[in-house]
């Protein structure tokens, strides 16, 4: 620990209510700890209540979501204002986290080398857009949760797991669960990358065999491309006649989704971005089976992998394993989760991946 570190951050929001990233605001919390004074620039700010040594500082999106600024405006406001904040703010930093957008590495890298700060992206996405390849020619450190969360070849390559509150998402007490329908659910942006068409498949398969099931989908469509995917999705489910198992939850909250996980039998997950998601972590954390087509979770899942993972699209595999999980005894499903859990609790949890980065810097 070393509280003499100032440091800013740059990120996409702060808000601790947020669906997606809501997560970030205990991010937040941890580095504080380790730091005399933090600073953070979000494109866009909410609900948070962090310590006295934080300043948030806002590039204004949520007030052009209500004035109505054409994108191209607002975007130059919002570059504007980063400009402004780094000069104004420069002596209350000496090092720069920059959080999954490596565009602000580009645009602010020059005056940070200029003025001595050492830089570092987070980065945990399959996708390499040039803005990457150029971002990390740019930082001096690339911190990323699994070896396929960043994809290119770098010497400034540091994988440190991802960032789970297991206090927040941690089992259900055993005596407050109560038996019933089995119960699945799967979390995550509403968007064809993410395949709930495969889901829908299987469970079809399960509700013919006489299977009883229910399945919510949590999570919200952004764009209009996503809203007429999630319209497709839902006419779907109506067709296959299985509009009373799939439930379409809609957009939760961060701080909810631990309860909503706790309340769950197993967790789904179709994903074909080849990066970590945390969803999975999060579900492992309270102590849930889980079922994925990820292949990053190659290097998570360890002596689970075959037991756990189904090739990409094949729903007839997935519904079997789905199948699988259900035959098994609570008490088979409960020592899984457990297995899982320590998964995370060992290499993914928020504490040690805040100061994996903070002892990275040095």
């Known amino acids: 620990m070393n509280k003499k570190v100032k440091l800013l951050i740059i990120t996409q929001k702060v808000d601790k209510n947020d669906d997606v990233l809501g997560f970030f605001h205990r991010w937040i919390e941890e580095f504080t700890k380790h730091c005399e004074k933090v600073t953070v620039i979000c494109l866009q700010k909410g609900d948070y209540d962090l310590p006295e040594n934080t300043k948030v500082l806002s ?27 780094i000069f104004r703010e420069r002596k209350n930093y000496d090092t720069v986290f920059v959080h999954m957008n490596p565009e602000y590495v580009i645009l602010g890298a020059p005056f940070w080398k200029l003025w001595g700060k050492k830089i570092a992206l987070w980065y945990a996405h399959g996708a390499v857009p040039f803005t990457l390849k150029l971002a990390e020619k740019m930082t001096d450190i690339v911190f990323t949760s699994t070896k396929s969360g960043f994809r290119l070849v770098s010497k400034k390559k540091k994988v440190v797991g991802q960032g789970v509150d297991t206090e927040k998402f941690q089992p259900r007490p055993e005596a407050e669960k109560k038996p019933g329908i089995f119960k699945i659910i799967s979390i995550g ?101 889980i079922l994925t087509c990820n292949e990053a979770l190659l290097e998570v899942l360890g002596e689970y992998k075959e037991k756990l993972m189904y090739p990409k699209k094949d729903f007839k595999a997935l519904a079997e394993k789905i199948s699988r999980v259900i035959g098994e005894t609570g008490e088979e499903r409960k020592k899984l989760g457990m297995g899982l859990r320590e998964i995370v609790v060992r290499n993914h949890g928020t504490a040690g991946l805040i100061a994996k980065i903070m002892a990275s810097y040095k």
């Open 59 to 85: 590039l204004g999106k949520e007030k052009n979501l209500t004035t109505g600024y054409r994108l191209l405006t607002a975007k130059l406001k919002y570059i504007f204002n980063f400009y402004k904040y």
């Open 189 to 289: 942006r509403i968007s064809p990358v993410k395949d709930y068409k495969t889901l829908i498949d299987a469970i079809e398969i399960l509700e013919k065999q006489g299977v009883k099931l229910n399945v919510d989908i949590v999570g919200a469509a952004g764009l209009p491309e996503q809203e007429k995917y999630l319209s497709d999705l839902k006419e779907t489910v109506a067709r296959k006649n299985i509009s009373g198992v799939i439930n379409f939850v809609g957009a939760v909250s961060n701080k909810d989704i631990a309860a909503r996980l706790q309340s769950a039998d197993l967790f789904v997950n179709m994903s074909h971005t080849g990066s970590m998601d945390k969803a999975i972590l999060e579900a492992m954390a309270c102590g849930l089976p």
